[in-house]
Structure formats: C-alpha cells, structure tokens
C-alpha cells in the first residue's frame, strides 16, 4: 500500500496562534496597553476591500483597536503622507498598514518608506528587511512569518535542512530566504530565471512555493519525504489553485499544505502577531 502524506491542518494552528495571541493581548490590555492598527485602503481593487476587512474582523475578533482611512481616486500623494505622518506621531497608534496596491498615481515605494519602521506592521520596510537579514526578527513579513508558525507547529526542526524557496518576491521570497538562514537550514533560492528547477526541487527537505504559477511543482519534482508549503493563489474557473499539485505531490511528501486553507490562513493572524510583538517591544525597553 502507498503511504500517503499529510495535507497539513492549518487551520487548528491558526486557532491554537488566536488564543496564544488573545491572551498576550489581555495581558498587555491589563497594564493599560490597548494597540491600535490603522489600515489605509487608498484603491478600488475588490481583493483588497475583502483583505482589509479580514483583517479589521480578526483585531476585533482578538481585541485590537483598529482604524480604517479609506480613500477615492482623487486622493493626493501628500494627502497620504500627511496621514502617514499623523499616524508616525500618534502614541495609541502601533501599526500601520498601507493595503497594496495603491491607485496608480500614487508613489508606493515612497509611501512605505515614510511609515515609521516601529510602526510597519506589514514589515515591507527596508529597515526591517535589514533588520531581519542580522537576526532581528521583531516585524517580519506576515506570510513568510506564517510559513515559520506553520514548521513550529509540525515541529520541524529547520537546522541543516536543505530548504528550496521558489521565488524572490520582497514580500514572500526575500524575507522567507532570511528566517530559514537565522534557523539554520542550507538554503537555496530558484526563480523565473532558474535552469532545471527539478534539479533543486528533488533535493529540497523543505519546499517552499511562491511563483503565482498554478501547479508548478509536480510529483515528479519532489523529494520523498519532504515538507511542501505552497503560498501561491491562483484563480482558475472560479477556484483557487496553489502553484503545487496537491494530490500528486501527497503520496510522496510527509507534509503539504492546501489551496485555499493553507498559508493564507497564518498570513492575518501573523499581522496581528506583529502588532502585538511591536506593543510588548515599546513597553519593555
Ligand atoms: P511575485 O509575482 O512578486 O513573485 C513571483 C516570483 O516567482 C518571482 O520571484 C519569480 O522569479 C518567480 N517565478 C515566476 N515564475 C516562475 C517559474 N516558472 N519558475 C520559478 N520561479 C518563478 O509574487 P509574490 O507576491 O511573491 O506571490 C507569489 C504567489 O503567492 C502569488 O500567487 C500570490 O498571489 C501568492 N501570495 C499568497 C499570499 C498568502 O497569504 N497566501 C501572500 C502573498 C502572495
């Protein structure tokens, strides 16, 4: 009989982060801490209506304050900033968190280098991403910092692991490449200009997916036994599809996460952790 692998339940993990994180946050509440996130939605993009109220429902879902400034077409980029700037000021304000994409005349990159890096709850600030390439893993990206959630929770352990990360995105690739260093795996990133991905693939203990290109990796590309997180979202038909073939890939691997219900899932709860590692740093220094 095949054995067959382990589509992981990342769900329980995220409900077990919940509870972890409430209590963290009554604890902080009980010394007259009360963190407040605000979310600037300054687009008409449908998705990232939906994003920013997933993640406005979960800090209300777990006690965190949390402000929304939503804005039309006719917003100004110094209109933003001075927002920006208001927030950088404002004391009960511990996150802040620009929903990309922004509409098109507005300077993203610009925008994102005015928050205060305390206060870059999304941890797309270069300092952070500085900050976290010499260990200091305070604000981290919020997928790949789920990513790591998911490995603790399986308890695997990451040291001398031979770890494949598909994809050098700055908000997924780039950041992930840097936690699995700081644990100690051998670490080796492929992306669009990669020769014979499966040649990296058949090696990898750890699997790690993020291209956008539906059902890239095959059974045939895996190792036996490994461990495959698969971040992509892809809409096909009207369904979500990762860039991993899920059933394939099971009867070899030990552990594989599923689209949708998979990686997503950690993504908002890693925000909130964020925030909550933000309001416990500023009050212990
Ligand atoms: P991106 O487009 O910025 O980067 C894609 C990366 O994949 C690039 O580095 C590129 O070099 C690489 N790539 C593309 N085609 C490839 C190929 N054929 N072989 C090898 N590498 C290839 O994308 P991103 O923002 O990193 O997102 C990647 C995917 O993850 C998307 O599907 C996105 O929707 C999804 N995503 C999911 C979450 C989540 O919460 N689950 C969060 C962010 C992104």
Do not use: W
């Not at 209506?49 to 879902?61: G, M, Q, T």
């Not at 208001?86 to 802040?96: A, M, R, S």
């Not at 990159?109 to 999304?122: G, Q």
């Amino acid at each position: 009989m095949i054995k067959m692998g382990e589509i992981v339940n990342v769900k329980e993990i995220v409900e077990n982060k919940k509870v972890e994180l409430k209590r963290r946050i009554e604890e902080l509440n009980k010394r007259n801490i009360f963190p407040k996130l605000a979310l600037i939605l300054a687009n008409d993009d449908n998705a990232s209506r939906i994003y920013v109220s997933n993640k406005r429902k979960l800090c209300d879902e777990l006690g965190i304050l949390e402000d929304e400034y939503t804005f039309d077409k006719s917003v100004t980029k110094q209109e933003i900033l001075d927002l920006v700037n208001k927030l950088n000021q404002d004391e009960n304000v511990y996150g802040i968190l620009v929903q990309l994409p922004l509409f098109e005349h507005l300077d993203e990159e610009e925008i994102l280098l005015n928050i205060n890096p305390n206060k870059d709850v999304d941890g797309f600030h270069p300092l952070n991403l500085g900050k976290l390439a010499i260990g200091d893993e305070t604000i981290v990206s919020c997928t790949p910092k789920g990513i790591i959630t998911i490995l603790d929770s399986l308890n695997i352990d990451l040291k001398s692991k031979n770890a494949v990360v598909i994809g050098r995105s700055r908000i997924v690739g780039k950041p992930m490449i840097h936690l699995l260093l700081n644990r100690n795996a051998t670490v080796t990133v492929c992306h669009s200009k990669t020769k014979n991905l499966e040649d990296y693939t058949r090696n990898a203990d750890i699997l790690i997916v993020a291209t956008g290109v539906p059902h890239l990796v095959t059974k045939d590309m895996v190792k036996e036994g490994a461990v495959v997180l698969d971040v992509g979202i892809n809409r096909i038909d009207g369904k979500l599809k990762g860039d991993v073939d899920t059933q394939g890939v099971l009867e070899k691997v030990k552990y594989v996460t599923s689209v949708p219900g998979g990686v997503g899932l950690t993504t908002v709860v890693s925000l909130v952790e964020n925030l909550v590692e933000i309001a416990e740093k500023i009050n212990r220094d």
